[in-house]
């Protein structure tokens, strides 16, 4: 399959359309999965976004025939596009992303000349640039690095003792009764205001919050109820 070659700010560059073809996906799964995941997207990075003016001046180019009504279009790096295979996660995609890598994206071109000091400007802005990326992968690393183990024990210890207390204590006949009941009520509340399938997957920056999520967890009136029912046998014994 022979790619028409487009090139943006000394990159070469694909459409959606381009990438879903050599994919053998549709665009609207490509479009699809981008809009799913799209803080995993970094503009100027994985993709360049052409519009208004600047659209316009693309067009003018005549690198490629764009529709007429077209007012926005991403057009995608080697990192964007190897984004979009991880989404796919098909052996087609891993196979063309290699092929895309090798005889598309890493073509050798000879290097513009440049005087020294066009030179030193050049690397001190691919140096800002290069410092931006690490510093937008070491964010985007604290906001997904889940908690550790010893921060998975803090949470289940005091998830424990709020919820014992809440049954009365461990010689209750609360806890003797339904303390599994209870216990997952608690868990299954904690998932679901967490969004995650396991306590353990909780990111590290929301370890504060899921301790503080604890000490104000209370049951619902029902449970509550269903506690002070069975506590209330002790007090006729």
């Not at 487009?6 to 050599?22: F, P, S």
């Not at 596009?81 to 994206?105: C, F, G, I, M, Q």
């Not at 608690?186 to 998932?191: L, M, R, S, T």
Request: charged fraction near 30%; include cysteine; aromatic fraction near 10%.
């Amino acid at each position: 399959m022979e790619l028409i070659v487009i090139e943006l700010r000394g990159k070469r560059v694909l459409t959606t359309a381009q990438l879903a073809e050599n994919y053998e996906a549709e665009p609207e799964r490509i479009v699809r999965n981008f809009n799913r995941n799209k803080e995993r997207y970094v503009e100027n990075k994985h993709f360049f976004l052409l519009e208004g003016e600047e659209l316009r001046d693309f067009r003018a180019k005549g690198q490629i025939d764009l529709p007429q009504n077209l007012n926005k279009l991403y057009l995608w790096t080697e990192k964007g596009a190897w984004l979009h295979a991880k989404s796919l996660n098909t052996d087609r995609a891993w196979e063309a992303y290699e092929l895309l890598v090798d005889e598309y994206y890493k073509v050798i071109e000879q290097p513009p000349q440049y005087s020294s000091l066009e030179v030193a400007l050049q690397a001190a802005l691919q140096h800002e640039q290069a410092i931006k990326e690490i510093k937008t992968d070491v964010d985007y690393l604290k906001g997904n690095m889940r908690i550790d183990g010893l921060q998975q024990q803090e949470i289940q210890q005091a998830a424990k003792q709020s919820i014992v207390q809440a049954l009365g204590g461990k010689d209750s006949i609360a806890y003797q009764e339904i303390s599994k009941k209870v216990f997952s009520a608690f868990w299954n509340e904690f998932k679901q205001y967490f969004k995650v399938p396991r306590y353990g997957d909780i990111p590290k920056v929301k370890h504060e919050e899921a301790l503080r999520f604890i000490s104000l967890w209370r049951p619902s009136t029902s449970l509550q109820m269903e506690i002070d029912s069975c506590n209330s046998q002790m007090a006729f014994e």
